[in-house]
């Protein structure tokens, strides 16, 4: 029951501040998809070196 609870809670924070959710949303986004980035950039050039 404590999952039910989160995302309730989650959801009530989005509906009470919408502007602030997807700014926190973006920037979530935003960072994983640099690090995958450089994951990538880096595996690639371990593969080209070796």
Known sequence: MKNFTAIRQSFYLF???PVLSM??????ALA???IMVIII???A???DNG
């Open 15 to 17: 509906r009470e501040n």
């Open 23 to 28: 700014i926190s949303i973006l920037g979530t």
């Open 45 to 47: 050039r371990l593969v």
């Open 41 to 43: 950039l880096f595996r």
């Open 32 to 34: 994983i998809s640099m």
